[in-house]
């Protein structure tokens, strides 16, 4: 049983927070294409940024501001031109994009973090994103955050946010989130981005901590297509607008809230791999009897990464032997003979050994998760035991379809 409940709002939810998103004209699509997220007071800050050597200009910038400060205001973010690998030019750009918002709320910019999404190699259409700021500032309220969800988004084909809700000492602690991301997904950090919000009183240590054990768990479990990108991140602001005591340690009420914080990620997290461009199921691995937590996760992620199993699934082809070499060159050491896989509820390799089963019924199951509701009934669930340890993990991925080759081979022209 949780001790939380889903509430309307997104990253609008917490107390304290606005939002807004408008078509500033970034976009050749028309497309809503600039966002911004607004908490009232100042929030502790926390990030986790993409461990690629070719970077977009926005992560330097929001590592360096970072390591300057903890304590933030403003999250801003333009989509259709990524930013990345435009050296200094692109560089000076995100500056100046800080320093335009900062004006416009009369902060300091280095209260100000940043975000872009779209074209590697593109720079920032400045002369739109100067005209569309003031129309930003103007617009922020706080039932805009779907607003904001939508002016994130490139190829997904649906916005992703979420807010849920605890009592601590007898108050209400929110977190919200939302996240865009559809291709170019393979964390080693998030291959996406994700802003989250939260109205706790939390320490920036600790409040960093939890971040990134969230993210591992969500985020960094997460596959798509292999590649990751150049401009992820996962930005959590928390500004005390709860007015509960600090959680300056791990406890009980550190654990409510680390344990809400990873909920959202998880559920962002999912909704990014099952939007996967052409996807049309969600894949999730399941690994346990590892000698450790983490052997279990590169096994699941393992798994849900494979090219022959995605296309296994697409195909609607239960052929387990895919699943099985994956798991053998994950780099975890097991006995093949303890290995024992299943496809739902259909058992079809026990101990080592193959099984007889219904290669009708697990070809259905893997159609009917294809024809499945969004976030209800789409799901894959493969099983895996690799021994007896206490180890488990779990990794989420997507189907690979020929929809997502036309959608990458014309993604520039």
């Avoid at 000076?92 to 074209?119: M, N, W």
């Avoid at 129309?135 to 946010?161: C, F, H, P, Q, S």
């Avoid at 939260?198 to 292999?226: H, P, Y």
């Avoid at 969004?374 to 993990?393: A, H, N, Q, R, W």
Wanted: glycine share 10%; hydrophobic share 40%.
């Amino acid at each position: 049983m949780t001790d939380w409940q889903i509430v309307a709002g997104g990253v609008t939810a917490p107390k304290g927070y606005k939002a807004s998103g408008i078509v500033a004209g970034l976009k050749a699509s028309g497309a809503p294409d600039l966002a911004l997220i607004l908490s009232d007071t100042e929030a502790i800050a926390a990030g986790v940024f993409t461990t690629s050597q070719v970077r977009a200009a926005c992560v330097d910038y929001c590592r360096q501001v970072l390591q300057d400060q903890s304590s933030m205001r403003a999250i801003l973010c333009n989509a259709g031109q990524a930013n990345a690998g435009t050296g200094e030019l692109g560089w000076q750009d995100a500056l100046t994009s800080a320093e335009l918002l900062a004006q416009e709320l009369s902060i300091s910019p280095k209260e100000i973090l940043l975000a872009s999404t779209g074209v590697i190699g593109q720079r920032i259409k400045m002369d739109a994103l100067r005209e569309g700021i003031p129309k930003l500032v103007n617009e922020m309220a706080a039932d805009r955050g779907e607003d904001a969800a939508k002016a994130i988004i490139t190829t997904d084909l649906v916005t992703k946010e979420i807010a849920l809700e605890t009592m601590i000492e007898g108050r209400p602690v929110r977190i919200g989130g939302i996240a865009k991301g559809s291709g170019m997904i393979h964390p080693n950090m998030a291959t996406m981005l994700c802003f989250i919000t939260c109205d706790a009183v939390v320490s920036s240590n600790l409040w960093q901590e939890m971040l990134k054990r969230a993210v591992d768990s969500s985020f960094n479990q997460i596959t798509v297509d292999g590649d990751t990108s150049t401009n992820d991140c996962v930005i959590a602001l928390a500004n005390g607008q709860s007015r509960t005591s600090a959680i300056t340690s791990m406890g009980k009420n550190a654990e409510n809230l680390e344990a809400m914080l990873t909920e959202v990620c998880q559920y962002l997290a999912k909704a990014v791999a099952r939007d996967g461009e052409g996807a049309t199921c969600l894949i999730e691995v399941q690994v346990s009897g590892a000698l450790n937590n983490n052997d279990a996760s590169t096994v699941a992620r393992t798994i849900a990464g494979s090219s022959l199993v995605k296309s296994a699934v697409f195909g609607r082809d239960p052929n387990w032997g895919r699943i099985g070499a994956a798991a053998g060159r994950a780099g975890v050491k097991f006995h093949q003979d303890e290995l024992s896989i299943k496809l739902g509820d259909i058992a079809l390799m026990d101990n080592g050994q193959p099984l007889e089963f219904d290669r009708n019924a697990a070809s259905n199951y893997l159609k009917q998760a294809a024809e499945g509701e969004y976030l209800e009934g789409d799901t894959v669930l493969i099983d895996v035991i690799i021994g007896s340890g206490s180890g488990k993990g779990t990794a989420w991925g997507c189907d690979l379809t020929y929809k997502y080759i036309e959608i990458n081979a014309e993604y520039t022209t």
